[in-house]
């Protein structure tokens, strides 16, 4: 290798300027990367939270629902005028 030692110096210190620049950009890509990917992370975490509140709701009704004593319903009359009614709505074609 022959030259001047300070030319061969100056060209390699200029090549690492390029290459710090170059890794500069590349790290500052990176870091937004990170940015959207931590906020679509959080995101999701968010979403799946919520889902399992809901589940979690919704069973627990389910349960109190199931575990809820039944009220007996209003005792329908048995007398023949009740029965004619029931008779006439059975028939009817229309309201």
């Given amino acids: 290798m022959s030259g001047d030692p300070q030319q061969t110096l100056g060209a390699l210190l200029d090549r690492l300027?390029?290459?710090?620049?170059?890794?500069?950009?590349?790290?500052e890509a990176a870091h937004e990367q990170i940015m959207q990917l931590t906020a679509l992370l959080d995101g999701l975490?968010?979403?799946?939270?919520?889902?399992?509140?809901?589940?979690?709701?919704?069973l627990e009704l389910t349960d109190e629902a199931l575990l809820a004593p039944t009220e007996p319903g209003a005792?329908?009359?048995?007398?023949?005028?009740y029965q004619q009614i029931m008779a006439v709505f059975a028939e009817a074609d229309a309201p």
């Fill in 17 to 27: 300027e390029v290459r710090e620049r170059q890794i500069a950009v590349e790290a």
């Fill in 45 to 58: 975490a968010q979403a799946a939270e919520h889902i399992a509140i809901t589940r979690k709701t919704l």
């Fill in 75 to 81: 005792a329908l009359p048995d007398g023949p005028a």
